[in-house]
């Protein structure tokens, strides 16, 4: 990728370091060429001398944004490098900067941090020298090596684009400054406009001297220059742009809100992972019997009741309306954040731009007994509370959203203390009685519990009307299709458990759950050949893509391996088995099972890895 490297000179003294510090620190190849701004008459005859400097004068009554754009029009390279001359690089600025792009694919533009410069850009340490200074920054960017932050605006004191954005936003407003930074706000705000996104790279730091402008006793006009450009800024865009961005610059403000009853083995762990990470709790109470509401009020005043319905989706909209911040949070009593996902958490609302209507989270709801998570699904986690998005159905309720959704890679960990197992099922039943009529949703649902319950026969029942149901949602109908064959197989019907697995076949291609299932029929009947079928395809599969997936992590990692272990060695194939049984070890090398397979084998006096 070809660079080009625009500096804007305006001070002699200035431009020899700046120039000297990109030779010095940028490596081959790479396009140079200086605007003279015009306001130093040393300038020019400095720029005379070097003849290998590509030169563009400029209008030294115009503006410093104009000099830039003629500058970029003298230019061929991928990447623009706008830098003033009162900037100095360092060893490995353009890499750590061009890297940031690379990394970054949806970045239009990124910039360094700095001693000087705003919000994340500025590089705040307590040192009395700046020799100091710059011997810590150097330990602050080496200790953040490929760390970038998404940002709304960047300081154009030293500025990379990318030619096609720059060309796209018709470069920089010639009827604006560079040194009064309100061209900065308007070519980053006309950028975001567009739908660009802004880093700063956490590991490039520079040196900005102080410009002599500021002093020499030029104060007064670079505050009336300031003022111009600001009335200028306001007359284009009608309104406060500046403000716009600042309050952009800010982390978003989140409401946490839950509902909660006879919780107090778990609350109290729920919001202590998340307390001190958002701005406002609200709690809304079912009717505990306990210390719940005692320990809610440890935590927030927002403490409210609200009489229990038989209906999740009543609770949770209450809990909804009494926000207050730009976003909501949602949380079960028995969820919690982890260390690592609380410090994500804290990143996010620092980085979150306004215009995401809601984040999706990995919600990890079962473990084994190494801690690796064994289930996990997304959730919609995090929504602008303007939106005003409501909570559907009365039990397994689902919070519909529409608009910008950012997935993101923050899990919440379901970590359940106590379980009220026979709520969600007699709450089904009570509006059977009274004659509802189920959608596919909670027909689905209504199955799940009853297959939980045991109760078979009428599992199989439901799982069969919400197939049969136009309007089932399809990783709902693959699931579908393998819970109803358990239910079948505990009946000790497999040839019908069988085919009501393959018919999740016909609504998307095999997944590794369902594979694993019928590896396991077939085991129980010794049927190993067919069972070794299943499984080798449980390993053959890509994992699919959609969020709304419930993804059984063993079936897609370690377990059609360990079954093979045991396919291969009860029809006498020891070493296949062997093989099979390491690469499960692999993924779950503590596995009580696999330790005690390796015992076997070792007792059979095999070596090696083979696996077919």
């Given at each position: ?42 300038v020019a005859q400095w720029l005379e001398k070097r003849s290998h400097l590509q030169v563009v004068a400029a209008d030294p009554k115009g503006s410093a944004t104009r000099g830039f754009n003629l500058g970029a029009a003298q230019t061929s390279g991928d990447l623009l490098v706008f830098i003033q001359d009162h900037v100095l690089v360092a060893e490995h600025w353009l890499k750590c900067l061009a890297g940031c792009l ?31 200074f710059d011997t810590m920054a150097r330990a602050y960017v080496t200790s953040h090596a490929g760390e970038a932050v998404p940002v709304i605006s960047l300081y154009t004191h030293l500025l990379v684009v990318r030619r096609d954005v720059f060309r796209q936003l018709g470069g920089f407003d010639e009827q604006l400054g560079l040194l009064s930074q309100e061209e900065d706000y308007d070519f980053c705000y006309r950028a ?283 990783e709902n109908k693959i699931n579908a299709c393998g819970r109803a064959g358990d239910a079948l197989h505990a009946l000790g019907r497999t040839d019908e458990a069988k085919k009501k697995v393959m018919q999740s076949f016909a609504y998307s291609l095999p997944r590794a759950e369902n594979c694993c299932r019928l590896g396991f029929y077939h085991i129980a009947e010794e049927n190993f050949e067919e069972a070794i079928v ?79």
């Amino acid at each position: 990728m070809k660079v080009s490297i625009i500096v804007m000179a305006r001070h002699v003294s200035e431009l020899k370091q700046c120039i000297a510090s990109i030779e010095l620190y940028t490596p081959s190849p790479f396009e140079l060429v200086v605007v003279n701004g015009g306001a130093d008459r040393d300038v020019a005859q400095w720029l005379e001398k070097r003849s290998h400097l590509q030169v563009v004068a400029a209008d030294p009554k115009g503006s410093a944004t104009r000099g830039f754009n003629l500058g970029a029009a003298q230019t061929s390279g991928d990447l623009l490098v706008f830098i003033q001359d009162h900037v100095l690089v360092a060893e490995h600025w353009l890499k750590c900067l061009a890297g940031c792009l690379d990394n970054h694919p949806e970045a239009a533009m990124v910039g360094p941090i700095s001693n000087h410069g705003r919000g994340r850009q500025r590089l705040s340490l307590q040192c009395e020298t700046i020799q100091q200074f710059d011997t810590m920054a150097r330990a602050y960017v080496t200790s953040h090596a490929g760390e970038a932050v998404p940002v709304i605006s960047l300081y154009t004191h030293l500025l990379v684009v990318r030619r096609d954005v720059f060309r796209q936003l018709g470069g920089f407003d010639e009827q604006l400054g560079l040194l009064s930074q309100e061209e900065d706000y308007d070519f980053c705000y006309r950028a975001f406009e567009a739908g660009h996104v802004l880093y700063v790279a956490q590991d490039c730091y520079v040196r900005c001297l102080e410009p002599p402008e500021r002093v020499s006793g030029n104060e007064k006009q670079s505050a009336t220059e300031r003022q111009m450009d600001q009335a200028r800024l306001m007359g284009k865009w009608g309104f406060d742009i500046t403000a716009e961005l600042m309050r952009w610059e800010q982390p978003v403000t989140v409401s946490l809100c839950m509902i909660v009853r006879n919780e107090e083995q778990s609350l109290g762990r729920c919001l202590s992972s998340i307390g001190k990470l958002v701005d406002e709790i609200i709690i809304v109470d079912t009717g505990s019997a306990d210390q719940t509401i005692e320990i809610a009020k440890e935590y927030t005043e927002h403490v409210y009741d609200f009489p229990w319905v038989n209906d999740f989706s009543k609770a949770r909209n209450y809990a909804f309306s009494l926000a207050s911040k730009e976003y909501i949070l949602w949380l079960d009593a028995d969820d919690v954040l982890l260390p690592r996902d609380a410090e994500a958490f804290s990143k996010l609302v620092g980085t979150l731009g306004r215009d995401t209507d809601a984040v999706s989270m990995p919600y990890h709801l079962g473990f084994d007994t190494d801690g690796n998570v064994t289930a996990s699904l997304r959730r919609n986690r995090l929504v602008k509370r303007e939106r005003s998005f409501r909570w559907i159905g009365a039990v397994h309720e689902y919070l519909e959203v529409d608009g910008k959704i950012a997935e993101s890679d923050i899990a919440v960990t379901h970590d359940r203390k106590h379980s009220d197992s026979s709520r969600n099922l007699h709450i089904y039943e009570q509006r059977e009685e009274k004659g509802e009529l189920f959608n596919a949703r909670d027909l689905y649902y209504y199955a799940n519990e009853l297959a939980d319950h045991d109760l078979h026969e009428r599992a199989i029942l439901k799982y069969e009307q919400f197939l049969q149901h136009p309007e089932g949602v399809r990783e709902n109908k693959i699931n579908a299709c393998g819970r109803a064959g358990d239910a079948l197989h505990a009946l000790g019907r497999t040839d019908e458990a069988k085919k009501k697995v393959m018919q999740s076949f016909a609504y998307s291609l095999p997944r590794a759950e369902n594979c694993c299932r019928l590896g396991f029929y077939h085991i129980a009947e010794e049927n190993f050949e067919e069972a070794i079928v299943w499984y080798k395809q449980a390993t053959q599969l890509p994992k699919p893509t959609d969020p709304g997936a419930l993804l059984l992590h063993a079936s897609w990692t370690w377990l059609p391996h360990l079954q093979l272990c045991v396919c291969y060695d009860r029809l006498g194939q020891p070493e296949l088995a062997r093989g099979h049984n390491e690469i499960a070890a692999g993924y779950v090398p503590n596995n009580s099972r696999i330790l005690a397979n390796r015992q076997y084998f070792a007792s059979l006096n095999l070596s090696g890895t083979a696996a077919d």
